[in-house]
């Protein structure tokens, strides 16, 4: 029997709200999927693009952005910018051949720790229908294209 | 690079150690390169765990600690300071929250203990990047800056005030006193709500430490912490308040008069020239431009004709003032709206003439009211028969507020009472649909309102009709209810209706908000820092609220969140001087291109261009640290203090450190791209 594929996802959280939600949905002993790794930030306006591409070449299935909901950041809009630039990243994205299911924005405030807990789990699993994101076979090596060979080497889940 | 990294990994007696194989982490996690020591150990935050910490940095020579346990938001203060106790600079610490986000979260322990071995690599590699920093100081302006005079504002101001510390008490409408100077009498105690809040608004107006500006709006919001600016806009009252003794002359001989809308929820008229209500504080009228005939066709004069005192201290010409005020904290005490009930057309508000809101009838109950305290219908003298309360009106109702008001089922009971009181033949019917009467003495005050005779229907009013059916409903009011108690429609027939409306946030609260740079919920409540430790602090430093505006509330509720409230504040100024965590954005001159992208980004205005250099420059006492802009930096040339990119990129680095083993086949393609190059 095949051995369930897990994605790994990095999710880099607002200090104020996600962050708290987060804490809050294990205080609530809430169980979700194990696939996302937290960082820290301050506020979601301080992810550079730069931290999701990093994390995707770095070997990350998939990564995602949490602030607090607009009209309820710590630092009145950082939420909004970083809204800006996850449309522009998009964009940039879908031109390298990555599926939009990869990279999500999403709100919860310090009291949602089920809504955030629900978007890990959806995302865990749209990711997981994915596949590995095999950056550095997929993206750079074909140049964005994905070529027969490589898509063949990809391991396919079984429920796909 | 070389440091040498503690790693201590926490069992919190199970918590942790359950899901997590806390040997088998910090055995790998000894063998890291950096890693010196790796312990595990059962409470890390006891003072043994920390005593371990703080030895192996004086015998070990540590130069970083990273301690996985429980959310830093929890214990990351306890480590920095067993840092500090072992003479390690408490920023060169990183803490793994491997219990809130992982132990707690999942059965699976085979991807637990992987995930916490990944957070853990994360934080080493991050914390190696780790810079000494140190603390901020900032002194805290011992003013404070209270919006809104309702009670919640004025208990702030005077316990503030009591304790010798200056105040500045800004309210929107000509008199502080808000919704309680209106209401008749309080539940439980029936005390005269003017009785008991007369007084403290007289010593509000004469107290030494408090500056009260009524009339007055906050107009613009600068600073932060410690050092606020404030611009309040002081609205022209036309009248000299130097001058003015309030006699009250100039409102007897005003010849015009309009509808009271706002205190006397249009029960009854008020001059052009007025004072909300007799004993206002302070005691100077305001003219209503909109409606002084003088305003409006430049005659009349009669109030100035007619003022007694010398100089005259009626001023035409007067204008707005603007204020600047430096403050050290604010609390907002802004109050709360009451829910329009004629945005539910079937219960005829506004349509039927007998269908009264709760503070309509507070004003007709009200002995200083339009009517000295007869409940009569619309028509202001007959009396009725039969009166029906309806509860939960916009509360708790998934079209309009999901949330209980709180007070509408105590103040219906009182209600009730009162019409037993002044109408003793008169019968009464409370429409519920659950009764809550949590608070000292509630309960026994409905057990006292069944005992008065008060018809209780459990069920949520349907309709209120005056399309009668039989003889007996004609010429009444029909209230359509669901007696869910018997299983039954049933059609009440009644003179009068009141309906207790839900508390709602401020029609303007989202703007009060972005004036003050905090948050509000879903309904325009603002938010707590936390809804149960911490439930006067805002998220914004140096920003606290009180009363209503937080949620709905009752009087009780509202003092002590406004005596609450001042106290945090007190602590603060008495306090002098607070230190605050130094993560802050700064710019490195050399390598700012001056292209401004990032001086419009910052919220706080933080960020400003030096011509002479053309260069951008942070403030850094204005910068919050959200690192916005150093996301935005196309340059890098901004650098966000303990989370720099160095430390960052270090972190993705390691988090992945299982499946990160593409980077040399990534390095591998670039070098062959330079080639082609």
Known sequence: MTEQYEPIIVGFLCNWCSYRAADLAGTSRLHYAPNLRVIRVMCSGRVDPQFVLKALRQGADGVMIAGCHPGECHY????????????????????????????????????????????????????????????????????????????????????? | MSEKVGVYICHCGTNIAKTVDVEDVAVWAGDQPDVEIARDYKFMCSSLGQDLIEEDIKEKGLTRVVVAACSPHMHEKTFRTACERGGLNPFLFEMVNVREHNSWTTDDREAATKKAKALVNGAVERVIYHQELEMMPLEINPNTLVVGGGIAGI??????????????????????????????????????????????????????NITLLTWSEVENVEGYLGNFTVTVRKKARYINEEHCTGCGICIEKCPFKVTDDVFEAGLSTRKVIYRPFPQAVPKYPVIDTENCVYFLRGKCKACQIFCPTEPNSIDFEQQDEFLNIDVGNIILATGYDLFDVSKIPQYGYGRLANVFTSLEFERLVNAAGPTSGNIVLRDMETPPDKVAIVHCVGSRDENYHKYCSKVCCMYSLKFAHLVHERLPDAEVYNCYIDM???????????????EEGTHFIRGKVADITDSARTDEEEGKLIVQVNDTLIDKQRRIPVDMVILSPAMEARYDSRK??????????????????????????????????????????????????????????????????????????????????????????????????????????????????????????????????????????????????????????????????????
């Open chain 2, 512 to 677: 009060i908000t972005q004036l003050f740079r905090m948050g509000c919920d879903f309904d325009g409540f603002f938010v707590e820092r936390h809804p149960k430790l911490d439930p006067v602090a805002t998220m914004t430093e140096g920003i606290y609220i009180a009363g209503a505006c937080q949620g709905p509330k009752d009087i009780p509720d509202s003092v002590s969140q406004g005596a609450a409230a001042a106290a945090r504040v007190a602590g603060l100024i008495a306090r002098g001087t607070v230190y605050i965590e130094p993560v802050r954005a700064s710019i490195i001159e050399e390598q700012c291109s001056g292209c401004r992208i990032c001086n419009n980004l910052c919220p706080y205005n933080a960020i400003i261009f030096n011509e002479d250099k053309e260069v951008s420059e942070i403030i850094t006492a204005l910068c919050q640290g959200c690192g916005t802009c150093v996301a935005a930096c196309p340059s890098a040339a901004i650098t966000g203090a303990h989370f720099t990119n160095d430390q960052l990129m270090s972190q993705i680095e390691g988090i992945l450190w299982d499946v990160g083993k593409g980077l040399e086949s990534i390095k591998k393609v670039e070098s062959v791209a330079e080639i082609g190059d």
């Open chain 2, 155 to 208: 208990s702030a101001s005077l316990e503030l005030a009591d304790a010798g510390y200056h105040v500045y008490l800004v309210e929107r409408e000509p008199s502080i006193g808000g919704h309680m100077a209106q209401l008749d009498k309080t539940f439980p105690t029936l005390d005269c709500s003017a009785c008991i809040l007369t007084p403290r608004m007289v010593e509000v107006g004469q107290h030494p």
């Open chain 1, 76 to 160: 009145v809009e950082g939420n909004i910018k970083a809204l800006r630039r996850f449309l522009l990243l998009k964009q940039m994205l879908r031109q390298l051949g990555i599926e939009k299911e990869r990279v999500q924005l999403v709100w919860a405030s310090a009291s949602e720790g089920i809504i955030l807990a629900d978007a890990i789990n959806r995302m865990t699993e749209e990711v997981r229908a994915l596949g590995p994101l095999r950056w550095q076979d997929s993206v750079i090596g074909a140049n964005g294209h994905k070529e027969g060979e490589t898509v063949q080497d990809a391991p396919v889940p079984e429920e796909v």
């Open chain 2, 436 to 450: 809550r009467t949590p608070g000292k003495g509630y309960e026994e005050f409905y057990n006292r309102l069944l």
